[in-house]
């Protein structure tokens, strides 16, 4: 059975279209269930501090719960702020972490092939 992405909007904010469940099945596959939340400042620095003992606010975070399921926690917020240093658009942006957070549910580190994989999705998805 194939599983969509569930997406829950913490914020005041409206999110950007987005392929979601497209770029969720390209990276992990159809059978893996994915949460995705989109949070505030402070819940990101909560959770950030919490998980990773890390007081700044995130941009996204990741969380494996087992082989078949996870969260992806975005703040839209720091996504907004960081896009111009990154010479993107908000939706780009939302769109680019999201990918960078599939590559680490995948079980993909920080480095060369995490980033050529990223960009193998992004150009697929049309994300620059």
Known sequence: MARNVSVLNKTKGTLPRVPFSRIKNAI????YDLS??????????SLNKRH?????????????????????VINPDEARRQAPSFGRTYRNMIAFLY??????????????????????????????
């Not at 992990?28 to 059978?31: N, Q, R, S, Y």
């Not at 990773?52 to 992806?72: H, K, M, Q, W």
């Not at 580190?109 to 995490?114: A, K, L, P, V």
């Open 99 to 128: 990918i960078h957070g599939l590559c680490h549910l995948k079980g993909m580190d920080h480095g060369s092939t995490m980033e050529r994989t990223e960009a193998t999705f992004r150009k697929q998805f049309g994300i620059n």
């Open 52 to 72: 990773r003992n890390a007081s700044y606010v995130p941009n996204v975070l990741s969380f494996t719960l087992d082989a078949d399921s996870g969260e992806i």
């Open 28 to 31: 992990l596959g159809p059978h």
């Open 36 to 45: 995705l939340v989109f949070v505030e400042d402070e819940e990101a620095r």
